[in-house]
């Protein structure tokens, strides 16, 4: 064959993809990647078919070579499958065909597919690095608002706590509070004003000047109108000897407070110098007997003792005085109430209550007898008996303690106590009131939980005595 009509190219299918590979035409085998899937490839030897082609002749040349070319392309193809790799080292020459129709190309113009892929590559790797970029800006936007929200947390405080300084520094420039104030009151300036309503009270020349320094209690004012009467006046028991006592912390709590007068029973020393008889036992020439002694030192030589209680209560128009215990006490209405029986009599108290068991009725089970004592003087009490089921025995058994597995109890309360009208006259606990002194600290209904229930409700004692 001339060089005329040698053939420019040849092709192959790859093995891989099958698709047709055009090389040119004499290439000796050559190991280069698929155009089309990358994978590397060896083409055949077509040298080995030009003394074949020669013999052709030239009428047939035309459809021989096409016949020829189908054939080699055949033939070529089997013999890529079949080839093994040379041990000899073999040129990697890239050759990149666009197609089976294509022209032929320089090895230099064809695309480079390992280009491509470095070219891909570095397109990821651009991505990857754009990809960093981002993370990288997003963790400083964060620190950023870490950083700013941190500053803002810190003005805040800061503002607050100056906002907490200056309101201190305008406290402290302002004065105490009232709570403190209050608190400073409770714990020693009471004592001024309890004095102060003392002896406005003691000063006062009529009931109803009287009534502007007391709690107004029920009956106050008539009892106020009994005992002072026109003229009257507290000169025996002068404000300036009572005395302040301080109450525990919680009756100063709830505004409660307490003065006390006390004077002992006194004995007149000038009664013990009276004539014992008749001048020869004054001279001495007889002497005197035991009933002549006797005589000269009567009882009623011995003055009573006198216990006042001046309760005061904080109310919303001030410090205010029971005039109610005051006026038992200085005149002894417990007293003359049990002594002197009237068939009727109706009369309130503050007193002291507790279960007693020196009673003629302990041992009918229908009864309870209770001690009932002055505040003012415990030494005087009567004992009365209350049935188990009445209103008041049901009240009062929240003292009971005897035949039970609890203590002694002993409470404050204001009570009224009433003289029957069958004779002989018993004394009867009429009502009970409330527990401790009604207007300081007790209040009326305060009794309703102990009379449904068999279990103490604990109420303090209005002042300890």
């Known amino acids: 064959m001339s060089d005329s009509t040698k053939p420019t190219k040849a092709s192959f299918s ?40 020669s013999k052709s002749s030239e009428t047939s040349k035309t459809d021989e070579t096409s016949k020829t070319d189908e054939t080699n392309e055949a033939n070529e193809a089997d013999k890529a499958d079949k080839v093994q790799p040379s041990t000899e080292p073999v040129v990697k020459t890239p050759v990149l065909l666009t197609s089976a129709a294509a022209s032929i190309k320089k090895t230099s113009d064809l695309p480079d597919p390992n280009k491509e ?24 936007l964060f620190v950023l608002l870490l950083v700013i929200g941190g500053l803002a947390i810190w003005l805040t405080s800061s503002e607050k706590n100056q906002a907490a300084v200056a309101e201190l520094q305008a406290d402290e420039d302002a004065g105490p509070s009232a709570e403190e104030l209050k608190k400073e009151w409770r714990a020693g300036g009471w004592k001024q004003d309890a004095s102060n309503v003392l002896i406005g009270f003691m000063s006062a020349k009529s009931a109803e000047e009287k009534m502007k320094y007391v709690i107004p209690n ?10 002072y009467p026109a003229g009257s006046d507290d000169s ?15 009756d100063h709590e709830r505004g409660i407070f307490r003065m ?11 009664d013990y110098f009276a004539p014992i008889g008749s001048l020869d036992k004054i001279m001495g020439m007889k002497e005197a007997t035991l009933i002549d002694m006797a005589y000269a030192i009567n009882k009623s030589n011995v003055s009573a003792p006198i216990s006042i209680m001046a309760f ?55 009864y309870r007898t209770y001690r009932i004592e002055d505040f003012a003087y ?50 009867q606990v009429e009502r009970l009131i409330c527990w401790e002194f009604l207007g300081v600290g007790g209040e009326i209904g305060n009794t309703a939980e102990d009379a449904d229930s068999d279990e103490l409700t604990e109420v303090p004692l209005t002042i300890d005595k």
């Open 378 to 427: 415990p030494e005087e009490h009567v004992n009365v008996s209350v049935k188990v089921d009445s209103e008041v025995g049901k009240i009062l058994s929240a003292l009971n303690w005897r035949g039970m597995n609890r203590g002694y109890q002993a409470r404050t309360a204001t009570i009224e106590l009433g003289w029957s009208q069958a004779k002989p006259v018993s004394l």
């Open 260 to 270: 006390h007068y006390h004077q002992p029973g006194q004995v007149e020393i000038k």
């Open 218 to 227: 029920d009956g106050v004012q008539e009892d106020l109108q009994q005992f």
């Open 117 to 140: 892929a470095n070219e891909k590559l570095g397109e990821g790797e651009e991505v990857l690095e754009k990809s960093k970029e981002a993370r990288l800006i997003w963790m400083v």
């Open 312 to 366: 005061f209560k904080d109310t919303e128009a001030g410090l205010k005085l029971d005039a109610s215990v005051f006026i038992q006490g200085k005149f002894r209405t417990f007293r003359s109430f049990v002594n002197y029986p009237k068939p009727g009599d109706k009369k309130i108290f503050r007193v002291t209550i507790s279960e007693s068991i020196d009673h003629e009725l302990r041992d009918n089970k229908q």
């Open 14 to 53: 790859c093995k891989y993809c099958q698709k047709n590979i055009q090389i040119p035409y004499g290439l000796p085998p050559t190991k280069a990647p698929c155009p089309y899937c990358g994978k590397e490839v060896t083409s055949p030897d077509f040298g080995k078919e030009e003394a074949a082609e």
């Open 236 to 250: 025996d028991t002068p404000a300036e000897f009572f005395a302040h006592r301080s109450g525990s912390e919680q």
